[in-house]
């Protein structure tokens, strides 16, 4: 059996997977948990609009984004979390193409350039300033996620969705369970 290449540089440039080293990266973020990696769908996919039964979802294709669902759609292809949308929406940047200090500390890991006009959220360049916002809290939740789901992945992807964990049965908005209800 051949040994993988690692893929980790390229791979972390560009929301990859290294199979040789079994992690994968999402806005420079390093993931272990292929679970949460794949449901991230940090690269998009194509979804046949006349199938959505959501009337927003048809409306924001090719380019827009579902506040209910959290679909977002960018040249056609759906990114399934909020995330993803605004990252795609966003310009990749190697490290050697960022030449202003502040910038080159947001990208690792986030925050806004007053000077530059531009917020980094990883290695993603992102010029509106609302949608950085976004997609900096949507980090947040990722990092989250990501300490979560050495404990439980099921856990981690029910962060990012805001939805309950099958397994555990915790239920998670805005990245934190939520208390159980009494009776």
Known sequence: MAEEICTCAEARLVNGWCEAHAVGYVAGLELRSSDLFETLDAHGHQLDPDRLRCAQCRDAHPDGYCEEHHIGFVDGL???????????????????????????????????????????????????????????????????AKETAVRCEMCAVAIIYDSECPFCKITYKDGVPLKAQTK
Not at 79 to 92: C, D, E, F, P
Not at 109 to 117: D, N, R, T, V
Not at 123 to 143: G, P, T
């Open 78 to 144: 759906a990114y399934l979390s909020t995330l993803t949308y605004h990252l795609a929406n966003g310009h990749a940047k190697s490290p050697s193409e960022i030449t202003c200090p502040i910038c080159r500390n947001n990208a690792e890991s986030h925050g806004w350039c007053s000077k530059c006009e531009v917020g980094m959220v990883g290695n993603f360049e992102i010029r509106d300033r609302k949608d950085f916002q976004v997609a900096s809290e949507e980090y947040d939740k990722l990092l989250k």
